[in-house]
């Protein structure tokens, strides 16, 4: 059975975020809320973590993936920015955008497109995102929590515990989320932003 740590939204109770962490650097698949929808987040480099997502959400191996960061310092080490690029970033961040941007080589291969060589950066605006990524001290690679032939991704805890039990080794409930995922944006090309999906963010500040 899956365990579940119910963790306050706004002030997460600093002793369960080290227990879901504590999930993650074993090698755990966790589910999780953010500033837009439910998600599904393991460490970096745990390949069977990362196999059980793909298995569950029946990815493709085209799938972009992403890391869900703390803040932008991040980037100099698993992303190729230019100037523009990051002021764009910086001002968009936190908040419900993912950025599609040139990994670099300390990204594990099957994180990334396999011919593009993209990976995807957030920076959410969640408390528990937040208290989760400060306490595991880099980031996590993130995944929607959007299930095969739904319509909507989860949002509802409730749901979420039912329909992942079995599936992740740990739930946050951290109430509700929204049904809107997150607006991404890709910067890999070198020639401004395009919106590759509108979703939770505005896409008007961005141009």
Not at 24 to 37: E, V
Not at 135 to 158: A, K, R
Not at 190 to 195: R, T
Request: charged share 25%; aromatic share 6%.
């Amino acid at each position: 059975m899956t365990e579940t740590l119910y963790i306050h939204p706004e002030t997460p109770q600093p002793r369960l975020i080290r227990q879901a962490v504590e999930v993650i650097r074993g090698g755990g698949l966790i589910a999780y809320p953010t500033d837009t929808t439910y998600a599904l987040g393991c460490g970096i480099g745990e390949k069977n973590a990362l196999d059980r997502l793909i298995r569950l959400r029946q990815l493709d191996k085209k799938h972009e993936f992403t890391l869900l960061c703390h803040d932008l310092s991040a980037l100099a080490i698993y992303a190729k920015v230019d100037n523009p690029d990051y002021r764009l970033l910086k001002a968009h961040t936190p908040g419900p955008y993912t950025f599609i941007l040139q990994g670099t080589t300390e990204v594990p291969r099957r994180l990334m497109h396999p011919k593009k060589r993209t990976i995807g950066i957030r920076v959410p605006d969640h408390a528990i995102c937040q208290a989760l990524l400060a306490e595991h001290g880099e980031p996590i690679m993130t995944s929607t929590c959007h299930l095969p032939n739904d319509e909507f991704p989860l949002t509802d805890p409730q749901d979420v515990r039912d329909f992942l039990d079995h599936h992740v080794d740990l739930v946050i409930d951290g109430g509700f989320c929204g049904t809107v995922e997150t607006t991404v944006i890709s910067l890999s090309q070198g020639e401004g932003p395009e919106v590759v999906r509108e979703g939770a963010g505005p896409i008007d500040a961005i141009y």
